[in-house]
């Protein structure tokens, strides 16, 4: 019954996780639904490690911040796929992919194509995000002439994390 309980609640971390990841990144920016969300889905008391440009501290800046994403790649398109699930963490592949329209990791806006693929580590706690980890960020930027400029960001896994134990075996099933 407790095994039973267990696997119903880190598959209702992984649906929460996805449920929010995609309404942040298929919503446009602004309005009450977002701020909505965000109030219903994020502790007040979160933590956001490993962001490109900032930390986002609270509500507000995290809103600011997914708003910024969506300036940064016009027309967003997202992939998101769960790598693994334990316990109160979802560990999550995002892909970003639009036209690059804004300043973004020193790179200058360019009529080409970005693209964003990092994990996504969500810790949770009485069913909202306490904690959002980036790990693995690597940006590519698709010039309209067909040259490709990428960006990797290296040294910043966490050995005491859900990602840690499962990024092989997510780069193995890839391959």
């Known amino acids: 019954m407790q095994d039973t309980q267990k696997n119903l609640s880190t598959f209702n971390y992984e649906k929460l996780a996805i449920h929010f990841l995609s309404e942040i990144f298929t919503t446009p920016s602004g309005g009450e639904n977002k701020i909505g969300l965000l109030k219903r889905c994020l502790n007040e ?11 986002p501290q609270n509500i507000t800046e995290f809103s600011g911040f997914i708003n910024y994403l969506w300036d940064v790649f016009r027309q967003p398109k997202v992939r998101l796929h769960t790598v693994a699930v334990m ?3 979802v560990l999550i592949n995002l892909q970003l992919q639009g036209e690059h329209c804004e300043e973004f990791l020193g790179l200058t806006a360019s009529p080409g194509s970005l693209q964003l693929n ?16 980036m790990h693995n960020k690597k ?9 490709v400029y990428q960006l990797v960001h290296q040294g910043e896994q966490d050995q005491n994390s ?11 099933s890839c391959s």
């Open 87 to 89: 316990d109160n963490q």
């Open 162 to 172: 859900l990602y840690q134990r499962d990024y092989n075996r997510y780069q193995k």
């Open 45 to 55: 008391q979160f933590i956001c490690c490993g962001f490109p440009e900032f930390n």
């Open 139 to 147: 940006v590519t930027l698709t010039t309209i002439k067909g040259e």
């Open 118 to 133: 990092a994990h996504l580590q969500l810790k949770f706690i009485k069913n909202k995000i306490c904690e959002i980890q």
